[in-house]
């Protein structure tokens, strides 16, 4: 018996030691990740409408079609594939949804916390604070709330991050693969992939950075084929992504209608380039940067870190160069290189994307191992302050975030009681066909995949040929609705015809063309006849 107690002693030691902390400081973390996660699903228990539909109509032509359609223009396949899998146990897709963020949310604390101790050497106690900071800002809200799922990717670079000291080759290998699977969601993603190659070479020792470097590459190349593969065996070509639309987005002239995505397909690409005011557009994404607090705190901080770490000049001789000692600083600092691989990866979309929150989550959230760091480092110094202070004003835009979250939930309820005032509820329970949403704001939450008609309205779903032949296109400008689509009985429109979302235009005749309509506040019913 005494030696049995002893094995288990030396056991239970053993998996102390191995463990990233204690269990009471994980029970802690994730404690509060749950009680972040009620808190969004509470104030907001519907998506958060941007490009759900699309993601439920994905589902849908799976579930008709096929898996082969998870490959899409929209997202990496994994995406759909995930959230349609789940939902064949859900019955739900927001519930899959919700499920698939929380754990990313889990998986993103897991690996920023083997960021901070492996790369960092950032104590327990600075981790377990520094999760906590994280759990309460929009961009882990974001994350757990989000259609697009980012927060899966962002846990996946993270991983990968947290493997940038291994020397082993499966485990360099197994670093680079984990890193390119973040494409597989995302596709923007991908140039965290490549970029790592770069920041693990400079992170090695000399006399290894050759080999590592391609044991990691060869792990990146194997994830990056991985969509390349199935897009190939889909729709025999590698890549079926949207990219000309991200570029065909800053045109002025662009437009999410219908007729306009259609013949986005045959434009060619320096065509849709040549058409963008690029001086124009880097001044107006710097400008908006320059009033983004929580960047521009960032970027002081970067470069008051750059100041405290940049080689000196030698005692005696000439003095090393700006450049030169600008570059080893770059090279010689992980603090420093961390930042650069950042802000390089995401560098092309501050400028091809607005600011949005996903995008700042896929930069502050990979980045916040870095804040511990540099924290951990001089936790009364000036940069432990601004360290401070990007979390405290991080922290002051979350309660506006969920107040949004409540907003959007409201607006929803309104919506809904306006539509079962004249849609029957059994239309939408059992025969959702029968109702073409004209806008985005209203998905139909009695569905599986919360969608009425699947109907092509506009949106990234128009440019996606699969969606038109197994859908249909509706042209809300120019209309044909009764000749191709004679059993739609019900049509919901926004009520302002101009509404934000240039999809959402129609033409003020649709409102006239069925038998009746009601008006109300936000949205417009029109009983077309159909049957």
Same mark, same amino acid.
């Given at each position: 018996m005494a030696t049995v107690d002893a094995l288990d002693g030396s056991l239970w030691r053993r998996i102390r030691w191995r463990s990233p902390g204690s269990w009471k400081r994980w029970v802690l973390v994730l404690g509060a990740l749950i009680v972040a996660a009620a808190t969004v699903n509470l104030l907001m228990p519907i998506p958060d409408i941007n490009d759900f539909r699309g993601l439920g109509m994905n589902c849908l032509l799976m579930e008709r079609k096929g898996l082969r359609y998870c490959v899409n223009g929209n997202w990496g396949f994994a995406n759909p594939l995930l959230c349609y899998l789940l939902t064949r146990v859900t019955g739900n897709l927001l519930v899959s949804q919700r499920t698939l963020t929380f754990m990313g949310a889990v998986l993103t604390l897991v690996f920023a916390d083997r960021t901070m101790q492996r790369l960092f050497n950032v104590g327990a106690p600075v981790r377990t604070a520094f999760l906590l900071a994280m759990i309460g800002t929009p961009w882990m809200m974001e994350g757990l709330a989000s259609t697009h799922m980012d927060i899966l990717p962002i846990a996946l670079t993270l991983a990968g991050l947290?493997?940038?000291?291994?020397?082993?080759?499966?485990?360099? +290998?197994?670093?680079?693969?984990?890193?390119?699977?973040?494409?597989?969601?995302?596709?923007?993603?991908?140039?965290?992939?490549?970029?790592?190659?770069?920041?693990?070479?400079?992170?090695?020792?000399?006399?290894?950075r050759l080999a590592v470097t391609a044991y990691a590459a060869a792990g990146v190349a194997a994830g990056m084929a991985v969509p390349m593969v199935l897009s190939e065996l889909a729709f025999g070509v590698a890549s079926v992504s949207n990219q000309k639309l991200i570029v065909a987005i800053l045109m002025k002239e662009f437009a999410y209608t219908v007729?306009?995505?259609?013949?986005?397909?045959?434009?060619?690409?320096?065509?849709?380039?040549?058409?963008?005011?690029?001086?124009?557009?880097?001044?107006?994404?710097?400008? +908006?940067?320059?009033?983004?607090?929580?960047?521009?705190?960032?970027?002081?901080?970067?470069?008051?870190?750059?100041?405290?770490?940049?080689?000196?000049?030698?005692?005696?001789?000439?003095?090393?160069?700006?450049?030169?000692?600008?570059?080893?600083?770059?090279?010689?600092?992980?603090?420093?290189?961390?930042?650069l691989y950042i802000l390089a990866s995401v560098a092309l979309f501050l400028i091809l994307r607005d600011f949005t929150v996903r995008l700042e989550a896929a930069l502050f959230l990979v980045g916040f191992p870095w804040l511990a760091g540099i924290y951990s480092r001089r936790p009364r110094s000036l940069e432990a302050g601004l360290v401070a202070a990007i979390i405290v004003v991080a922290w002051t835009h979350t309660p506006d975030t969920l107040f949004n979250y409540l907003k959007m939930t409201q607006r929803f309820n309104d919506i809904d009681c306006q539509v079962r005032s004249v849609v029957p509820a059994e239309v939408a329970l059992n025969s959702p066909e029968k109702v073409i949403d004209g806008f985005t704001d209203y998905p139909n939450r009695h569905d599986r995949y919360w969608l009425w008609n699947p109907v092509v309205i506009?949106?990234?779903?128009?440019?996606?040929?699969?969606?038109?032949?197994?859908?249909?296109?509706?042209?809300?400008?120019?209309?044909?609705?009764?000749?191709?689509?004679?059993?739609?009985?019900?049509?919901?429109?926004?009520?302002?015809?101009?509404?934000?979302?240039?999809?959402?235009?129609?033409?003020?005749?649709?409102?006239?063309?069925?038998?009746?309509?009601?008006? +109300?506040?936000?949205?417009?019913?029109?009983?077309?006849?159909?049957?």
């Amino acid at each position: 018996m005494a030696t049995v107690d002893a094995l288990d002693g030396s056991l239970w030691r053993r998996i102390r030691w191995r463990s990233p902390g204690s269990w009471k400081r994980w029970v802690l973390v994730l404690g509060a990740l749950i009680v972040a996660a009620a808190t969004v699903n509470l104030l907001m228990p519907i998506p958060d409408i941007n490009d759900f539909r699309g993601l439920g109509m994905n589902c849908l032509l799976m579930e008709r079609k096929g898996l082969r359609y998870c490959v899409n223009g929209n997202w990496g396949f994994a995406n759909p594939l995930l959230c349609y899998l789940l939902t064949r146990v859900t019955g739900n897709l927001l519930v899959s949804q919700r499920t698939l963020t929380f754990m990313g949310a889990v998986l993103t604390l897991v690996f920023a916390d083997r960021t901070m101790q492996r790369l960092f050497n950032v104590g327990a106690p600075v981790r377990t604070a520094f999760l906590l900071a994280m759990i309460g800002t929009p961009w882990m809200m974001e994350g757990l709330a989000s259609t697009h799922m980012d927060i899966l990717p962002i846990a996946l670079t993270l991983a990968g991050l947290s493997m940038l000291r291994s020397t082993r080759w499966a485990s360099c +290998f197994l670093a680079g693969l984990l890193v390119s699977a973040a494409s597989w969601f995302r596709f923007h993603f991908a140039a965290y992939a490549i970029l790592y190659l770069v920041l693990m070479y400079f992170q090695q020792s000399k006399g290894r950075r050759l080999a590592v470097t391609a044991y990691a590459a060869a792990g990146v190349a194997a994830g990056m084929a991985v969509p390349m593969v199935l897009s190939e065996l889909a729709f025999g070509v590698a890549s079926v992504s949207n990219q000309k639309l991200i570029v065909a987005i800053l045109m002025k002239e662009f437009a999410y209608t219908v007729p306009y995505q259609a013949s986005l397909a045959s434009m060619p690409l320096d065509t849709i380039v040549s058409h963008v005011n690029w001086v124009r557009l880097v001044f107006k994404r710097l400008f +908006f940067a320059m009033r983004w607090t929580t960047f521009v705190l960032a970027c002081v901080l970067f470069a008051v870190h750059c100041w405290q770490v940049r080689p000196q000049q030698p005692a005696t001789g000439q003095g090393t160069p700006l450049w030169r000692r600008l570059w080893n600083c770059a090279t010689g600092e992980l603090t420093v290189r961390y930042v650069l691989y950042i802000l390089a990866s995401v560098a092309l979309f501050l400028i091809l994307r607005d600011f949005t929150v996903r995008l700042e989550a896929a930069l502050f959230l990979v980045g916040f191992p870095w804040l511990a760091g540099i924290y951990s480092r001089r936790p009364r110094s000036l940069e432990a302050g601004l360290v401070a202070a990007i979390i405290v004003v991080a922290w002051t835009h979350t309660p506006d975030t969920l107040f949004n979250y409540l907003k959007m939930t409201q607006r929803f309820n309104d919506i809904d009681c306006q539509v079962r005032s004249v849609v029957p509820a059994e239309v939408a329970l059992n025969s959702p066909e029968k109702v073409i949403d004209g806008f985005t704001d209203y998905p139909n939450r009695h569905d599986r995949y919360w969608l009425w008609n699947p109907v092509v309205i506009g949106g990234w779903m128009a440019g996606w040929k699969p969606f038109r032949q197994e859908f249909g296109t509706l042209d809300l400008g120019h209309p044909q609705l009764a000749r191709d689509f004679p059993r739609v009985e019900y049509l919901l429109l926004a009520s302002d015809p101009l509404s934000h979302f240039d999809f959402e235009q129609y033409a003020p005749s649709l409102v006239t063309s069925g038998r009746r309509y009601a008006e +109300f506040k936000d949205v417009v019913i029109v009983e077309t006849g159909g049957k």
